[in-house]
């Protein structure tokens, strides 16, 4: 028997309308209709307005006069800066960690990477999911570089908005394994206490993302 979920109904109705949000369910700039998403997912008008609250708290929906709620949408040029901004900062995370993570820590890092890669197979390589906080790979980076102000700079409005964009670049053809790949060779110079290699190998990395969001947006695949 499975057991009792013990969230709140307004939790269950935050973490269904983030995920779809995320996934691309609920489209950037779409405006938000409370009694449609209640219909549609099943939850009270108390429930999702605390949802709704929250999510707006995390930046990912937006309030303007005389226009309601919307999902947060960017334009390409604000895109493209904050990736300019994780690329430095996600680079400081890494060579702080190599020095700070433990190697149980490490460990439990490369634990996660097995899941991940069932996932990629579920997925049939076509998307690489990663829920968030410490089911995400790059926020365990951030958690063990062990350094507050950074892990708030980069755990903040800043990664919430990155997760809208991250799921729908991992969807791209060979996107996943790529950055898979990356990641595990990511974790090797973590673990060998490399802080040069990693941080260069998190900078490819977070580059070869922009880069692709880049070239999909130019040629007309990636809509924003």
Not at 28 to 48: Q, V, Y
């Amino acid at each position: 028997m499975a057991a009792p979920d013990s969230r709140t109904l307004a939790d269950q109705a935050f973490e269904r309308l983030q995920t779809a949000i995320v996934k691309g369910d609920i489209r950037a700039g779409e405006k938000i209709s409370e009694a449609e998403l209640s219909s549609k997912f099943g939850f009270g008008r108390g429930p999702l307005r605390e949802a709704l609250h929250r999510l707006e708290g995390r930046g990912l929906i937006v309030r303007k006069a005389h226009s309601g709620a919307r999902v947060v949408a960017l334009t390409f040029e604000e895109l493209i800066e904050l990736y300019e901004v994780r690329e430095s900062l996600e680079g400081m995370a890494i060579r702080l960690a190599s020095e700070r993570m433990s190697q149980e820590e490490i460990d439990d890092l490369k634990r996660l990477m097995d899941i991940h890669a069932e996932q990629i197979k579920e997925e049939k390589g076509l998307a690489y999911y990663q829920k968030e906080g410490d089911f995400d790979f790059h926020f365990r980076i951030i958690s063990g570089s062990k350094n507050r102000k950074l892990s708030n700079m980069l755990t903040g409005e800043l990664y919430h908005l990155l997760r809208l964009y991250r799921y729908r670049l991992s969807t791209f053809s060979g996107r996943p394994e790529k950055a898979f790949h990356e990641h595990w060779r990511i974790i090797e110079a973590l673990e060998e206490r490399d802080g040069d290699l990693a941080e260069l190998l998190m900078r490819r990395h977070i580059s070869a993302a922009r880069n692709n969001l880049i070239k999909k947006y130019r040629d007309g695949e990636l809509q924003l």
